[in-house]
């Protein structure tokens, strides 16, 4: 529920200065008078309310079904421009680490990839189908087999279902099916 109401304060931010645009022509056209501006916010202000609230809930759906098709627990940080998220190599066996990285580096989606040793490292994702991307970096444990993926969203992209947020988790989503990554529950962002 938190996250379908992060969803709607985003979409409302969104449609805000289309809304108060709106009202504007239809006073300028009307005439400005109280009894018009009354009119016009007892009819606009609902309409433009139910148009947010179906938005939302589209955005919500879509996080949702990136979430179950990654095996990521949803929460209201979904929206956040950066996610951190622990994740686990399905499975652990000898040479899950190069595994990791052969699959991340053969997907489409993943450019600008660059190792630090063999414990980190660093790429550039494309959570769209635009040329805009997230920064991305992976970080193994060799001992429990957990890998930390980190992914920052910075150059505005639209975000999941035009929301304007939620590339971040979206790219996490993608990275965690490309990889071969499953979620070990415990989600931080």
């Known amino acids: 529920m938190r996250l379908?109401?992060?969803?709607?304060?985003?979409?409302?931010?969104?449609?805000?200065p289309l809304a108060v645009t709106q009202l504007l022509i239809v006073l300028w056209?009307?005439?400005?008078?109280?009894?018009?501006?009354?009119?016009?916010?007892?009819?606009?202000?609902?309409?433009?309310?139910?148009?947010?609230?179906?938005a939302a809930a589209i955005g919500f759906l879509a996080l949702g079904r990136r979430a179950r098709a990654s095996g990521l627990a949803?929460?209201?940080?979904?929206?956040d421009e950066r996610q951190t998220h622990v994740l686990r190599a399905m499975p652990v066996s000898e040479g899950w680490q190069e595994r990791v990285r052969d699959r991340l580096t053969a997907s489409e989606r993943a450019f600008l990839v660059a190792e630090k040793g063999r414990e980190e490292i660093h790429f550039r994702w494309r959570p769209g189908?635009?040329?805009?991307?997230?920064?991305?970096?992976?970080a193994f444990d060799a001992?429990?087999?957990?890998?930390?993926?980190?992914?920052?969203?910075?150059?505005?992209?639209?975000?999941?279902?035009?929301?304007g947020k939620g590339?971040?988790?979206a790219a996490v989503c993608q990275i965690a099916r490309a990889a071969g990554l499953e979620s070990l529950g415990a989600a931080r962002g």
């Open 129 to 138: 189908r635009g040329d805009q991307s997230v920064w991305g970096s992976m």
């Open 74 to 79: 949803l929460s209201a940080g979904a929206l």
């Open 4 to 16: 379908l109401l992060a969803c709607w304060r985003t979409v409302v931010g969104r449609l805000l």
């Open 167 to 169: 590339s971040a988790f």
């Open 143 to 163: 001992t429990s087999g957990d890998v930390r993926l980190d992914v920052r969203d910075g150059e505005g992209l639209l975000g999941v279902a035009g929301l």
């Open 29 to 54: 056209q009307d005439g400005f008078t109280w009894a018009s501006l009354g009119k016009q916010l007892a009819s606009g202000l609902p309409a433009w309310g139910v148009v947010s609230l179906v």
